[in-house]
């Protein structure tokens, strides 16, 4: 059910998405579809839930993949990437919602991020002699620039995408890189 709605949000967005549509998708009545979800909207936040989870968990990999400083921001920017260019466009609910001025919508999004940038944050934090506010300040710029460049490469990028994230990887790791280590 789940992958039939998240098909049908995708292609016509929240509010043109039906739940007759979805019920026949996912080849059940509707009257099944409402057992499991009582009605659209917590439908469309299950699955935001579980895409923005998915986002955090590949960012917590890329981060934990290793303990070179070079390589986690190579990873970090490939889970971006990774992510919008994933089957069945999940990106859209997480990123393009057309609900994002509902609070319930809007704070699983602000969280994503957060929590995104808390991951990047810390290593941060542990690696450089930045405070906590420039940490988590650097960490949101970095999540910016993964979310916005990889968004970017998929609707009208014509490079490669494996050379668009060492690009992307490149300009962050000379700004990041210019602060002083304290752990080797």
């Known amino acids: 059910m789940l992958a039939a709605a998240q098909q049908v949000f995708v292609e016509r967005g929240y509010h043109a998405a039906a739940m007759d549509e979805i019920a026949e998708r996912a080849g059940v009545s509707k009257p099944v579809l409402y057992q499991?979800?009582?009605?659209?909207?917590?439908?469309?936040?299950?699955?935001?839930?579980?895409?923005?989870?998915?986002?955090?968990?590949?960012?917590?990999?890329?981060?934990?993949?290793?303990?070179?400083?070079?390589?986690?921001?190579?990873?970090?920017?490939?889970?971006?990437?990774?992510?919008v260019s994933g089957e069945g466009g999940a990106f859209r609910l997480v990123f393009e919602s057309d609900l994002r001025n509902l609070p319930a919508v809007r704070e699983?999004?602000?969280?994503?991020?957060?929590?995104?940038?808390?991951?990047?944050?810390?290593?941060?934090?542990?690696?450089?002699?930045?405070?906590?506010?420039?940490?988590?300040?650097?960490?949101?710029?970095?999540?910016?620039?993964?979310?916005t460049s990889a968004r970017y490469w998929l609707s009208r990028g014509t490079i490669p995408k494996d050379a668009a994230e060492q690009l992307i990887a490149r300009l962050a790791w000379r700004g990041i890189s210019g602060w002083d280590l304290t752990r080797h």
């Open 36 to 83: 499991h979800f009582p009605g659209k909207l917590e439908l469309y936040l299950a699955l935001l839930e579980q895409h923005s989870e998915a986002l955090v968990e590949k960012q917590r990999a890329a981060l934990q993949s290793t303990d070179d400083n070079w390589q986690r921001v190579v990873a970090s920017f490939k889970a971006y990437f990774d992510f």
């Open 108 to 147: 699983i999004t602000e969280q994503t991020t957060l929590r995104c940038a808390e991951l990047i944050g810390e290593v941060i934090r542990q690696d450089t002699s930045v405070s906590d506010e420039e940490a988590h300040l650097l960490s949101i710029g970095l999540v910016g620039m993964a979310e």
